[in-house]
């Protein structure tokens, strides 16, 4: 009879691969890791949200919050089908579609409001292939297949309608393009189109898996059966033997045992009252209806033993937090019936209306035909276990999150001679390519060795120097990189103390700055540059000055001030800051993105050009100005991409008039420097000429915190040129909340005539 049970089932299995039942469980199980994936973005993002909400990014937070709460909402639907498991196909299909969406709202949100380059940011390719893999595990071609497609065409409309806003913006950087774009949706397309392969792979191997099983399973339980014929009948006779001879044993024993009993019990009742939650028996019915309760179940509950065990009893479920119950219920079903202990931890609503946390620990009591009877456990209060648990998740959450995000690597470091590493974030594999692992305890490389050498007696002395003062150091030395590279850090830090007042540990943050370092040196090459400039400058003065000595008074007069406000043009014309900005702007373009790099080399070389080639002219087109004032823009729009923007508005009939040259240039400078700005408060800058004989220049005014040191330098500048040139003069004025330069467009024969000095 038991060997053609185990044919019929073993046939049943070779008969079906994978069955509806088996296909329903194992969608059911992808959709439980959808919904466990979408709680784990809600916790991270949450997260998120707090940090921005500390750091002041209140406008980014409420933007996300709104996210948060649809995806929260949603996920409880959700959840709640899964827990009922209730799965019909039309859940998917909207889950898949609500999480697309809120992929493509965000993405639209954060590439609209802050960040244009969102659009098509990498972490989006990244994210929808995630939700691919997700569904993968569902085990539905249609439903993968429909993603795809509602991915693809969201992920390129939130770009589309972002480029056809900022499509400068997008269109000067290669990998923001609308060519690197439709690549990025190749690869999404791609991935998805894997994912199927994928799903298609794993239901092949769920089916050969129990292909196989049920072929091993039938040869080994025929085997099996026949081995346990012969071995259950040869227990069946010595047990009859053992039990004859027991039974008198027992029947001597039985007064013994009766004695040690009542004492064992004495003894039990003496160490339950120690414990220190409360031990339980209860039956295994849906209200886990309590046959014994110990005394501390009122310290637990609140509640007295009695009012669990006598009658009217209260149940047990009832103190059970409703969000709970379920989960309880399965864990100790799945236990019970699979004959193993549980534990568990869950909360408990005390009589006085408090909720605490509990854990409980037990196990099923089974008849001899393995049938439940009792469920027997303890359950003992930890709500205090469970808040510091909290705590420490917390702060190590919080710790990680912050060492993650500085730019240096933080480190601690024993006060000994090699400088040996305690803790170091994992930002010390990107300064010195060795990871954090390597250093702890020397274990494969000591930080003392790869310091480099010529630095090595100076570091220590400076750490020496703030360890005996008590003080903090600041420490800049050069290191060799595991390529070989020798690079420059900068390490600021501060020695800790024992009680005893002995230094044991050095606590500090190490930055790479071996651009800070190239960049002074290219700095100070740029100031001998400049000084030589100005050295010449000062002789060209001096040698005008000589013959102006032999002109009359009144011309000498003016043409000092000519020469003085030609000198101070120069000196903006050759701005040492605008230009080491720039230069500094060119090093990192040239690390990311090379050929917006070559573009900004471009601009920046023919800004000098005109600079050099215009430096002793009175007066130029407004044509020439404006070319020149073009690529000036394009540099302020790479520095200060998205806060500053520049609008010109100039008649056909005014482009062959003329300004003095760099007067544009000085008025816009003039503007970045006294005001502040962001993406979010941009600068605007308005230039426009209609015929009117002026051309003007208007921006909003957004004055900066810290005042910003006027010498009216700039102004006087422009005014003094004109002068020299014409009755006309600037107009400057401050009308409202806007900053008004009028300065006139002359002709040719209405300027004043210079006399040559020469």
């Known amino acids: ?179 690197s774009h439709i690549f990025k949706s190749v690869y999404i397309i791609a991935i998805g189109l894997l994912c199927i392969y994928m799903q298609n792979s794993i239901t092949r191997f769920i089916e050969k898996q129990l292909e196989e099983a049920a072929q091993k399973n039938q040869l080994d339980a025929g085997m ?241 120097e703030s360890v005996s003062n008590n003080l903090p150091y600041s420490i800049e030395f050069r290191i060799v990189h595991k390529n070989g590279r020798v690079i420059w850090v900068q390490e600021n830090g501060r020695p800790v103390f024992d009680k005893a007042s002995n230094a044991i540990y050095l606590d500090g943050i190490t930055t790479e700055i071996t651009d800070k370092k190239n960049a002074e040196h290219a700095l100070i090459d740029a100031k001998q540059e400049l000084e030589k400039l100005n050295r010449q400058l000062e002789k060209t003065v001096e040698e005008r000055t000589a013959r102006l000595t032999m002109a009359n008074t009144q011309l000498l007069k003016l043409q000092k001030e000519n020469l003085q406000s030609q000198f101070e043009v120069l000196k903006q014309q050759v701005n040492p800051h605008f230009l080491f900005n720039s230069l500094n702007v060119l090093t990192s373009l040239i690390r990311v993105d090379p050929e917006l790099a070559e573009m900004f080399t471009e601009k920046l070389s023919k800004v000098y050009r005109y600079v050099l080639e215009n430096k002793d002219k009175d007066l130029v087109t407004l044509a020439t100005e404006l070319d020149f004032i073009k690529a000036y823009i394009f540099l302020i729009n790479i520095r200060f991409a998205g806060k500053v923007f520049v609008k010109i508005e100039i008649a056909d009939t005014d482009s062959d008039r003329q300004v003095v040259p760099m007067a544009l240039q000085l008025l816009m400078e003039n503007a970045i420097k006294h005001n502040t700005f962001s993406r979010k408060n941009p600068l605007n800058i308005e230039v426009s000429a209609n015929g009117g004989g002026y051309l003007t220049v208007v921006n909003n005014l957004q004055d900066r915190k810290t005042k910003m040191v006027s010498t009216g330098v700039g102004l006087i500048n422009i005014s003094k040129r004109y002068a020299l040139l014409s009755d006309i003069q600037p107009v400057f004025e401050i009308t409202g909340n806007q900053f008004i330069a009028k300065i006139p467009l002359l002709d040719k024969d209405f300027a004043k005539h210079e006399p040559d000095l020469d």
């Open 1 to 179: 009879m038991i060997e053609k049970d185990h044919n019929d089932f073993f046939s049943a299995m070779l008969s079906k691969k994978l069955s509806p039942k088996l296909l329903k469980e194992e969608r059911l199980k992808g959709t439980r890791l959808s919904v466990t994936f979408r709680w784990l973005f809600i916790l991270l993002a949450g997260t998120l949200l707090a940090v921005q909400i500390s750091l002041g990014y209140t406008e980014t937070a409420r933007h996300g919050l709104i996210l948060i709460f649809v995806y929260f909402i949603t996920n409880l639907f959700f959840w709640y089908a899964v827990v009922n498991k209730y799965n019909p196909p039309y859940l998917g299909f909207l889950g898949g579609t609500i999480d697309i969406a809120i992929i493509c709202y965000h993405i639209y949100g954060m590439a609209a409001f802050f960040d244009p380059t969102a659009a098509t940011a990498a972490a989006t390719t990244f994210l929808i292939p995630v939700i691919f893999m997700i569904y993968t595990f569902r085990l539905n071609k249609i439903l993968l297949l429909y993603l795809i497609i509602i991915a693809t065409i969201g992920f390129n409309l939130v770009y589309f309608v972002q480029f056809s806003q900022t499509p400068g913006l997008l269109s000067a950087n290669i990998s923001l393009s609308p060519i």
């Open 224 to 464: 099996k059966i026949e081995q346990q014929k012969n071995r259950f009948a040869a227990e069946l006779i010595e047990k009859e033997r053992a039990l004859n001879s027991k039974l008198e044993e027992e029947i001597k024993k039985k007064d013994a045992i009766a004695k040690q009993l009542k004492a064992n019990k004495e003894q039990i009742k003496s160490i339950i009252s120690n414990l220190i939650g409360f031990t339980y028996r209860c039956l295994p019915d849906k209200e886990w209806t309590m046959l014994f309760v110990s005394d501390q179940v009122e310290d637990v509950t609140g509640y007295k033993p009695g009012s669990f065990t006598d009658h009217p009893m209260t149940p047990f479920s009832s103190v059970m937090h409703p969000d709970d119950m379920e989960y309880v219920k399965t864990c100790i079903s799945e236990a019970v019936t699979g004959r193993k202990k549980f534990d568990l931890e869950y909360r408990v609503i005390k009589k006085s209306g408090e909720t605490i946390w509990v854990y409980e620990s037990g196990r099923g009591v089974y008849d001899k035909e393995g049938n439940v009877l009792f469920i027997d456990g303890i359950i003992t209060d930890i709500s205090e276990k469970k808040t510091a648990e909290d705590k420490l998740r917390d702060t190590r959450m919080l710790v990680k999150s912050l060492t993650s995000n500085l730019v240096g690597a933080v480190s601690r470091t024993l006060h000994d001679e090699h400088l040996t590493t305690k803790y170091y974030s994992e930002k010390i594999s990107d300064i010195t390519g060795y990871s954090a692992d390597d250093f702890i305890d020397n274990k494969n490389v000591r930080f003392s060795d790869i310091i480099y050498h010529e630095d090595l007696e100076e570091v220590k002395k400076q750490v020496a």
